[in-house]
Every structure is written in structure tokens, then in C-alpha cells.
């Protein structure tokens, strides 16, 4: 059976389905980090008209609060429909891991969503119906559930880079899961988390600067826009120093898990000791990558063609080249059908199923490989990581400079006053924000390629067994609704800051 498995899949199947993905992922990351971000900035805002009963801290979160609200509403909408795409463009993927990857999302679904929306209506309706410190609490609740779903998100999203507790069963041909704490709890899973949620309050801290920045430019709602962006600035500069931070060791786990995608991060084709982080083409910071990958400026990097041709890593372990993983990955897909005649047949005593059985465990950590034809099939889309990876890091160490220029006007000058090009460029920079965010997702799905889990499940070996077409209408269709909703999205931010009046 599994001899041809996944083997005559339509090719346009794969690639529609990839490109339906890519679109519904795309734009439902549009809503994720602003919800989050404004979580963390109406949650401040709430707070202090705890701390002071001052009625307009009170009308400042409510604006706030009015802006998640909206934004959060269409983020529930395009994740629904992302889920739901696992099992109808991405069943063989669902079949052969599905007790481990629906595991974090039935959390997700269980625990956090259901929290979320239980506060979010205290938070909205509540005002005049619960204490002001229940009130609070459900506002920072609300954006609790929201981060703490993001957390199985993402577990789900950095097993497929990092597979671990589970074990695949030759009988049920399905990976089960053996461990829950290793999924949850994963190193990889952990700085995914930590980097993501701290790059979306970058998102929500630009957007809440830029919507001040509009009431300024208007000389409209200052004592709001003043106050906002102090907070909003305040936050800004924490996260992005954070973001700074995990992504360095974000980028330690990509160099020891997924070396191939750090490869293509730099266009890195022959690896060395002592390797420079690339600026851009002939410009490097001397050691840079060495030190990001290993904390050791002597530290040895593999390239792409160390990989593909086989290379001994820092601890002296020797990684067989791509060719030899394809030949064991091979063995190992004709040891499981070999095993599955014996186990089955009526006149094998044991003995030749154990062999077979053994020789499938020996190759297992390669049983993917065998689905690759060409070893430069591993090679992931250079161009795409390395530019997306510049474009991220550039963006985030500008926000660096800006919140830190920003704290400086709002505590030291009348920000008032300031000419009219500074409100726009403020204003301005929020697309910004989101293409640094989005290029952080380009860098971590197209650097894991061709794999849909790494070394495990090739792209081309998870996809349905359809015909090409059903995608394609489907492919239009969500291109239509999410645009309409994130048109329609803006419209209403724009109604909201524009009708306010403080």
C-alpha cells in the first residue's frame, strides 16, 4: 500500500492546493497580530482607569476595545476556514498525523477559543453590569485566551518544523503520539511562541502610534493620541527589543533542526567555521552567522552542498548525505510494505515480519526521503528566504529606532507640534509592520520546503486525492471573501477612528 501511496496525485492538485494555503494563511496573519497587540494595549489603557477612576481612561479603552473587537472578529472568521482546509486539500496529511497535530488544535478549540469569546463578551457588554475589576480582569482574559491560542497554534504549526513524541505504527500506518509534554513543551515550539507574540505587539504598537499620529495630523482627540502613544511607544520598544532577542535564539533552533532552511536564510552554498552574517550581497557582519547559529564565533555553519553531499555538525555527529537518506528512505518504505505481507500472511511464523520490522526502525528517521526523487528537491526557494529573512530583520531593528525616537518627542517635546510629515511618516509605517511580520512566515514555511512535517512528509505526499479544479474554484472564491472581509475590515477601522471624539 504505502509503495504507492501519494504517488499519482494530480501535480496541479499540489500546487493549487499549496497556493489556497499560502492565500488563506496570508491573510488571516493580517488579524492575528493586531488582536494580540491591541490585547496587550487596551489591557494597559483599562488598567489605568482601574488604578485612577479617571473617566477618560475609561472612554480610551472602550475605543480600543472597539478596534480589537472588529479586528478580532474577522481573525475567528479566516481561521475557521484555515482549519477546515486540512481536511478537505491535505487529507493524507490529516490521516497519517492527525492524532498528534489535531491534538494542540482541539486544545486550542477547547480551552482558549472557548475563553476568549466567554470574556470578550464581558469585556464589550459587562460595563455597567460587572465590578470594574471583574471588567478588567475579563479585558486581560480576553487577551490571554487570545495569546494562549495562538500558543497550540503555533505548538501545531513548530511540530510540523520539529516532530517529536510520537512514533509511527507500522500496523495502523499512522503516527500516534507517545508524548503530550514533548509536543506541547517542545524548545522549538517555545521560541516559535515567544518570537511570534512579541513581534505581534510590534503590530499592535504601530498600529496604536499611527491611529495617534492620525488624531494629531487632524488636531483631533490629542490628550488621547498623546497618552495612547506613550503606551502604545512604550510597548513598541519592549517587544521589539524581545522580538530581537527570541529571534536569536529562534534562529539557534533553526541551525541545529533545520539546517537546510538556515542555508537558504543566507544563501549560504559552502559552510565553513567562522561564517559572516550577509547584510546584503558582499556586505557581512564578520562571525555573525557562526555566532547566531552556535554562540561560538568558531562556530561551523553548513551550506547547502555540505548538506546535500553530507558534513559532521559541531558535536561530531556525521550526517549522511541526501542521496544516502533517499536510498534509506527507500529501504524503509519497502521494509513497511514487506511487513505488512508477513504480519498479514498466514504462513509467516513471526520471523520474517520482526525483520522487516527491524530494518523499518533503523531507517525510520529517513522514511520521508524516500519520496524524493532528485536530492536538490530539498533544496528550499533561496531567493524567497533570503531577501524575506533582510526585509524581516530590517524592519524589526527600524521599529527598534523609531519607538525609541517616538518615547523620546512624547516625554520631551509637545508632539503636538510637530510638522505634518512626522504624523505621515508614523502613520505610514503601519503596512510596514505587517509586511516584517508576514515575511517572518514566508521565512518559516518556505525555508521548511519541500516538507510539509520536516524529514518526515513531503508536500507533494500530504495533499488530497482530487482533481485540481474543485481547488481552483475554491482558490478564487476565498480570494474574493477574504479580500471583501479585509476591505470591508478597514472600512470600519476607518468609520470607528475618524467618528471618535473624546
Known amino acids: 500500500m504505502f509503495n504507492n501511496l501519494f504517488l499519482d496525485i494530480d501535480a496541479g492538485m499540489i500546487d493549487w492546493s499549496r497556493a489556497q494555503f499560502a492565500l488563506t494563511a496570508i491573510y488571516h496573519w493580517l488579524f492575528v497580530p493586531l488582536t494580540l497587540g491591541l490585547a496587550v494595549i487596551m489591557g494597559i489603557v483599562e488598567t489605568k482607569y482601574y488604578r485612577t477612576k479617571d473617566e477618560f481612561w475609561k472612554d480610551a479603552a472602550k475605543f480600543w476595545q472597539k478596534l480589537f473587537g472588529v479586528n478580532f472578529a ?17 487529507s493524507n496529511y490529516s490521516w497519517f498525523v492527525g492524532d498528534i497535530f489535531g491534538a494542540p488544535l482541539a486544545v486550542e478549540g477547547i480551552v482558549a477559543f472557548f475563553m476568549e469569546s466567554t470574556f470578550v ?6 460595563w455597567k453590569k460587572v465590578s470594574p475589576g471583574f471588567h478588567l480582569a475579563s479585558t486581560w482574559l480576553t487577551g490571554l485566551g487570545a495569546t494562549i491560542s495562538a500558543w497550540w497554534i503555533l505548538v501545531a504549526n513548530a511540530w510540523m518544523q520539529y516532530p517529536v513524541g510520537c512514533e509511527f505504527n507500522p500496523d495502523t500506518m499512522r503516527n500516534e503520539m507517545v508524548s503530550f509534554a514533548e509536543v506541547a513543551l517542545s524548545p522549538f515550539a517555545v521560541s516559535k511562541f515567544c518570537h511570534t507574540v512579541t513581534s505581534a505587539w510590534i503590530i499592535g504598537a504601530i498600529f496604536c502610534v499611527g491611529v495617534c499620529c492620525w488624531f494629531l495630523l487632524k488636531k483631533r482627540n490629542t490628550k488621547l493620541a498623546v497618552e495612547s502613544m506613550k503606551i502604545g511607544a512604550g510597548v513598541g520598544l519592549v517587544a521589539a527589543l524581545l522580538a530581537g532577542a527570541t529571534g536569536h535564539k529562534s534562529g539557534m533552533d533553526v541551525a541545529k533542526v533545520q539546517p537546510m532552511k538556515l542555508a537558504a536564510m543566507e544563501a549560504l552554498y559552502d559552510g565553513g567555521q ?5 547584510i546584503i550581497e558582499g556586505i557581512e557582519l564578520p562571525y555573525g552567522l557562526s555566532i547566531m547559529a552556535t554562540n561560538d564565533p568558531q562556530g561551523f555553519v553548513p551550506g547547502i552542498n555540505d548538506i ?25 518504505i519497502e521494509a513497511l510494505a514487506n511487513y505488512r505481507q508477513a504480519k498479514f500472511a498466514s504462513s509467516d511464523d513471526g520471523t520474517a515480519a520482526a525483520y522487516n520490522l527491524s530494518i523499518l526502525k533503523e531507517n525510520m528517521p ?16 533561496v531567493a524567497v528566504n533570503f531577501w524575506a529573512f533582510r526585509i524581516m530583520v530590517g524592519v524589526g531593528c527600524l521599529f527598534i529606532l523609531f519607538f525609541a525616537v517616538v518615547l523620546f518627542m512624547v516625554y520631551k517635546k509637545d508632539v503636538t507640534k510637530l510638522k505634518n510629515w512626522h504624523y505621515w511618516l508614523a502613520i505610514l509605517l503601519i503596512p510596514l509592520g505587517y509586511i516584517g511580520s508576514e515575511c517572518g512566515w514566508l521565512v518559516a514555511e518556505f525555508g521548511r520546503q519541500p516538507w510539509t512535517i520536516q524529514d518526515m512528509l513531503p508536500t507533494w505526499a500530504a495533499v488530497s486525492d482530487l482533481q485540481s479544479s474543485s481547488v481552483i474554484i475554491t482558490f478564487f472564491l476565498f480570494l474574493v471573501l477574504f479580500t471583501t472581509m479585509l476591505a470591508v475590515e478597514i472600512n470600519i477601522l476607518l468609520k470607528q477612528i475618524k467618528n471618535y471624539q473624546s
Open 74 to 90: 474577522m481573525g475567528v472568521a479566516t481561521g475557521i476556514i484555515l482549519e477546515f482546509e486540512f481536511g478537505t486539500n491535505w
Open 121 to 126: 463578551a464581558v469585556m464589550f457588554f459587562g
Open 366 to 381: 529517513y522514511f520521508g526521503y524516500g519520496y524524493i526523487k532528485d536530492k536538490n528537491d530539498v533544496v528550499p526557494p
Open 308 to 332: 546535500l553531499n553530507g558534513y559532521t555538525d559541531n558535536d561530531g555527529k556525521v550526517e549522511p548525505s541526501v542521496d544516502e537518506k533517499i536510498e534509506r528512505g527507500k529501504k524503509a
Open 274 to 278: 567562522e561564517v559572516g552574517l550577509k
